[in-house]
């Protein structure tokens, strides 16, 4: 079994717990591969010592988050990091309710999707609310979409699967009253699996929360009645159709 944590804030997470014993760990349970984001500086100097600690892949992506109030990059550091070629994708980049300027979270979220579209990157997203907002502006744009831990209502969800966007199923939707939006995540056959992990998200005596992973995908078996197999070799085929690289 080989597995892909889809969305995960490594270099966040690093800042509190050495991850090269984690990632050995994680590889003996077949989770080999990482696309994590870049939402600060800081993030980004850890990602190419991250990337040598980690024995299997690890892909990351950067941009201006909707609502984390740490993230300090600026459109201009996304671009030279487009330049260098360096970031599989752009993001996450999104709209959030919680966010009350709405008007600079649009801004700053097409300015992001243009530079998407001008280096031909896929886009990272996080929707959090504003979801019919979100879809029009991600329709105009022919990019490739990676919607993460999304747990908003089915029927935008049905909206996005109009787009070439994929999705990662995350802990958040494996809950009794997301069971309608599992199954269409699953039926859509795009999806892959997430941890989201960060180090606020860390829990109390946790030694690893990369091993959340297999977890996730287990309780997605038990919930929806497939087999494993099923379910790793669809991960297994989207993520090879989002980064072009195998698993
Ligand atoms: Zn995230």
Redesign the pocket.
């Known amino acids: 079994m080989t597995l892909c944590d889809a969305?995960c804030?490594l270099a966040n997470l690093s800042q509190t717990m050495p991850l090269k014993p984690l990632f050995a760990e994680a590889q003996t349970r077949g989770i080999t591969h990482f696309l994590s984001?870049a939402l600060t500086k800081a993030d980004l100097k850890a990602y190419p010592i991250l990337r040598q600690d980690c024995p299997g892949t690890l892909l990351y992506s950067a941009g201006i988050h909707p609502s984390f109030d740490e993230c300090d990059l600026s459109l201009q550091d996304i671009i030279a990091l487009c330049d260098r070629k360096v970031i599989w994708a752009i993001g996450?980049i999104g709209l959030d309710k919680g966010n009350p300027d709405k008007e600079e979270m649009t801004r700053i979220f097409v300015e992001q999707l243009e530079l998407a579209n001008s280096y031909q990157l896929p886009v990272v997203l996080?929707i959090v609310g504003h979801q019919q907002e979100a879809f029009d502006l991600l329709r105009k744009y022919p990019l490739r979409y990676l919607l993460?831990?999304y747990a908003g209502s089915l029927e935008a969800f049905h909206k996005f699967t109009r787009l070439d966007c994929f999705y990662t199923i995350s802990e958040r939707i494996l809950r009794e009253d997301k069971r309608d939006l599992l199954m269409a995540m699953l039926e859509s056959g795009r999806y892959l699996f997430e941890t989201?992990i960060t180090q606020y998200y860390v829990h109390a005596g946790e030694l690893n929360p990369l091993l959340r992973l297999p977890d996730v995908l287990r309780q997605t078996a038990v919930i929806c009645g497939w087999n494993i197999a099923t379910l790793t070799a669809a991960q297994a085929q989207n993520y090879e159709l989002l980064t072009g690289y195998s698993l």
Do not use: P
């Open positions: 969305h804030h984001s996450e996080h993460h831990g989201d």
